[in-house]
């Protein structure tokens, strides 16, 4: 990979201090154009990656993944968010409802929260019983080592928030109306309930923190140096090499052999900026 040394890092990122948003959309910048050679590669190689993000609300895993996937295509980036199960989901397996998300030859998919809401938020807010607790965190290496021995890199975040911050975040859902979607119920039940949840993460890291399948943990509190140094970290994770490309050059438009643009009444969008 043409990556600068992880030790070339500048003296702002070294000190502690806020990172300004020039320096960080800077960085941004290279680690965007490395996930789009990292994508080619994907795409070209026939290469599966399963990229899976928990951490408690408020921690910045949308934050992410949207600068993870701003700058590549839909088509191989793919976004997987499930909403609460369905009745006849519920009687399913439990990890039925996930697997059919998983990525195909040329695909990356990004989870937003995925089967270990069992161990998480299910279990907090006694959506399922101990026993099955206990059973899907059993299961769960199995199923993983087969997801890897089928050819799927699998690569699990942890993002790790402050109770400070977590509490300066979602105070700002409260305030802020472009947030305000961000906060449901089921949030503020969780938030009351801190503890209940590093219970149910040490437990979680305690059976599903393998060789073969780790979970990495980034600090997020800072939210700009986190995302730079998860999509950094997920670089390194796959083997991608920049898929050579020829020189484009844009073709010359053909004349207009008589073409008149039509007297027509076009509905324009009101200008009002």
Avoid at 18 to 30: C, F, G, P, R, T
Avoid at 99 to 126: C, Q
Avoid at 203 to 229: G, I, Q, Y
């Amino acid at each position: 990979m043409s990556r600068r040394s992880s030790d070339a890092k500048s003296t702002e990122a070294n000190s502690g201090e806020k990172m300004s948003n020039k320096a960080y959309l800077k960085e941004l910048h290279e680690l965007h154009i490395e996930l789009v050679k990292m994508q080619q590669w994907v795409v070209k190689s026939g290469a599966k990656i399963c990229i899976v993000f928990e951490g408690r609300d408020g921690a910045g895993k949308g934050g992410t993944i949207k600068a993870i996937t701003e700058r590549v295509s839909p088509r191989v980036f793919r976004i997987v968010a499930l909403p609460a199960p369905t009745e006849r989901e519920k009687t399913q397996m439990y990890l039925q409802r996930y697997l059919p998300h998983l990525p195909a030859a040329g695909e990356i998919v990004i989870f937003d929260r995925s089967w270990y809401n069992r161990a998480g938020v299910e279990r907090v807010m006694g959506f399922c019983t101990q026993k099955q607790v206990d059973e899907f965190l059993a299961a769960v290496p199995l199923v993983e080592k087969a997801i890897i021995g089928s050819g799927v890199i699998l690569i699990k975040y942890w993002l790790e928030v402050s109770p400070d911050e977590q509490t300066r975040r979602l105070e700002g859902r409260i305030h802020d109306e472009r947030k305000t979607w961000k906060l449901s119920q089921m949030d503020l039940d969780s938030y009351s309930r801190w503890f209940d949840y590093s219970r149910a993460r040490d437990d979680m890291f305690a059976k599903t923190d393998l060789d073969f399948s780790p979970w990495h943990v980034a600090r997020s509190d800072d939210k700009r140096r986190a995302r730079l140094n998860i999509i950094k970290h997920l670089l390194s994770q796959v083997p991608y090499e920049a898929v050579p490309r020829s020189k484009i050059v844009l073709p010359k438009r053909q004349k207009a052999a008589g073409y008149v643009d039509p007297e027509y009444r076009y509905k324009y969008v009101p200008e009002a900026f």
